[in-house]
C-alpha cells in the first residue's frame, strides 16, 4: 500500500502530465483542479481510473458526492484508504 505521501505524489504528478501547461510546484493541495480548469471536465473519467489504479480498488461512481474532486486534499480525503483513513 502506498503511503499518503506516494499516493498525492502519483495524484500531482498525473495532473501535471494531463495538464501539460502547470508545473508540479505551481499545484498546490489546496489548489482548484477543475475550477481552474487544470483538469477539464472530460478529463475526469481518466482521473477515476487513475484513482482507481492509485487505491487499488474500484471505486463507485454512482455514490460519488459534488466536490470529491475539488483539488488534492479533497480527493486524498476521499479516496486514500491508508491507515489513517481506514
Given at each position: ?25 505551481d ?35 454512482e ?24
Open positions: 500500500m502506498k503511503s499518503e505521501a506516494e499516493f498525492r505524489s502519483e495524484l500531482r504528478k498525473w495532473i501535471v502530465n494531463k495538464n501539460g501547461k502547470i508545473k508540479a510546484e499545484l498546490k493541495d489546496d489548489t482548484a483542479i477543475i475550477e481552474q480548469r487544470i483538469i477539464s471536465s472530460l478529463q475526469l473519467m481518466d482521473l477515476i481510473l487513475e484513482l482507481e489504479k492509485l487505491s487499488e480498488e474500484a471505486l463507485d461512481v455514490q460519488l458526492k459534488p466536490g470529491v474532486f475539488k483539488n488534492i486534499d479533497s480527493i486524498c480525503h476521499n479516496f486514500y484508504k491508508g491507515e489513517s483513513n481506514a
